[in-house]
């Protein structure tokens, strides 16, 4: 019986290595581009992700002007300067981060249907 080597089980947690990678929002250097559905067909695009050595005033500033739209920049205790957009500008946004210099490509998600 002294021959045998017992082994006992310890606790496996299968999702430390995904909870060590991803911890909080806005983790891995992405821009994330959502949309949300307001009432009827209107809509509200929001950008999270940014850097904070940017200007996120100067960025709402230049992607209103360039869409035509309303925008502001909110505060959230979570997800940190959240830029908000009137309608579905989420093709337009991320071609515009990317002329701009500001995000390279392949760190862009968008979400949304």
């Given at each position: 019986m002294s021959d045998l080597d017992i082994q006992v089980p310890t606790?496996?947690?299968p999702f430390a290595?995904?909870?060590?990678?991803?911890?909080?929002?806005?983790?891995?250097?992405?821009?994330?581009?959502?949309?949300?559905?307001?009432?009827?067909?209107?809509?509200?695009?929001?950008v999270q992700g940014l850097k904070k050595e940017f200007s996120y005033n100067k960025i709402l500033k230049d992607l209103k002007k360039e869409f035509c739209c309303n925008g502001t920049v909110v505060q959230d205790p979570e997800l940190g300067q959240v830029i908000q957009l009137q309608g579905d500008q989420r093709k337009n946004v991320s071609t515009f981060l990317v002329q701009a210099g500001i995000v390279k490509k392949e760190h862009i998600k968008i979400h949304g249907f």
């Open positions: 606790a496996f947690d290595d995904a909870n060590a990678e991803n911890s909080g929002a806005g983790s891995k250097d992405y821009v994330h581009i959502r949309i949300q559905q307001r009432n009827g067909r209107k809509s509200l695009t929001t």
